[in-house]
C-alpha cells in the first residue's frame, strides 16, 4: 500500500508538513459536465434562465471556489493563487466546465480546479433546476498538473 501523505505513523489524519519543498510554478486542470433537458440547455445557451446568466454566476463561483479550498477541504494548504480560468462549453445537451488553477508555490492546485469545477457545475444546477430537477452532474476529474516533484501527469498517459 503506498504511503497516505495526510496520516501520521499511528495513523491520525494531519496536515502534511511542505516547509522543506522547493517552490515552483504548478498548474492543474480539472473537468466535469452537467446534462440537462434540451429546454434547460437552450435557456442557458440563450442566457433566458429566470435567475439569469447562469455561464456568467458559475465562472465567478468556480473562481470564488478556488480560492477557498483550503476552507472546504480539511486538510489543504491555503495557497496564494496566481491564475483561475473557468470555461464553459455550453451545448444542446448541457456544459461542459474546465476548470485551471496555478500558483507558485510548495504543493500543488489540484484540489483548487477540482472545487472550482466542481462548485462551477453546482451554480449550474442551482440557477437551472427550475427547469430541470434532473439534471445529472458527472465526469469531475483531474486532465492534468504541472510542477513539483512529480513533474507532469495527464490522464490517459499512466
Not at 61 to 81: E, F, Q, V, Y
Not at 84 to 108: F, H, Q, S
Request: proline share 3%; charged share 20%.
Amino acid at each position: 500500500m503506498p504511503d497516505l501523505t495526510h496520516l501520521d505513523e499511528t495513523g491520525a489524519a494531519h496536515m502534511v508538513d511542505v516547509g522543506g519543498k522547493a517552490v515552483t510554478a504548478r498548474q492543474a486542470i480539472a473537468t466535469g459536465r452537467i446534462t440537462m433537458s434540451a429546454a434547460a440547455a437552450d435557456a442557458i445557451r440563450h442566457g433566458t434562465a429566470v435567475k439569469g446568466d447562469v455561464l456568467a454566476v458559475a465562472r465567478i463561483a468556480g473562481i470564488m471556489a478556488a480560492k477557498r479550498t483550503s476552507d472546504l477541504i480539511p486538510l489543504c494548504h491555503p495557497l496564494p493563487l496566481t491564475r483561475v480560468a473557468i470555461d464553459l462549453a455550453p451545448d444542446a445537451e448541457g456544459v461542459t466546465v474546465t476548470a485551471t488553477a496555478a500558483t507558485e508555490g510548495k504543493t500543488g492546485v489540484e484540489m483548487e480546479a477540482l472545487t472550482a469545477a466542481s462548485v462551477a457545475l453546482l451554480t449550474i444546477y442551482d440557477m437551472a433546476k427550475a427547469i430541470d430537477k434532473a439534471m445529472v452532474i458527472t465526469g469531475v476529474r483531474l486532465l492534468e498538473k504541472r510542477g513539483g516533484k512529480s513533474g507532469e501527469w495527464r490522464a490517459g498517459a499512466e
